[in-house]
């Protein structure tokens, strides 16, 4: 079995920063993808960023420059650091990652239970 934990959502300034995690637990082999996801009331979730085993990112256009994606191979974790927030960034942000596991030939789409980032004054 493979959970994915996260922590660091709150309520935070518009301009403040928060610092989300995601760990990976489990039987796991390796890890592929990981990147994290929001969804604000009434809208669809979308992708926020990912990030591949390379190190190579990417950031939907309303982030960049904003949010920083990175990851620590060796404790199978996945941060998201955001700076200057705003009020539309409230959303509940999920992390997912790709991972394949123990007894299993494919890589399973893993998703944590969500935390929630609010961001007003």
């Known amino acids: 079995q493979v959970q994915l934990v996260e922590s660091g959502g709150g309520l935070v300034q518009p301009g403040g920063s928060l610092r989300l995690s995601c760990a990976a637990s489990?039987?796991?082999?390796?890890?592929?993808?990981m990147g994290w996801y929001r969804q604000a009331p009434g809208k669809q979730r979308e992708l926020v960023a990912v990030?591949?085993?390379?190190?190579?990112?990417n950031y939907v256009d309303a982030v960049k420059g904003r949010f920083t994606i990175s990851r620590d191979n060796a404790k199978n974790t996945v941060y998201l650091q955001m700076n200057t927030l705003k009020p539309e960034d409230t959303a509940v942000y999920y992390c997912n990652a790709l991972i394949r596991r123990l007894g299993v030939a494919e890589p399973i789409s893993y998703w944590g239970q969500g935390t929630q980032v609010t961001v007003s004054s």
């Open positions: 990030i591949i085993s390379s190190g190579n990112t």
């Open positions: 489990g039987s796991i082999i390796s890890i592929y993808g």
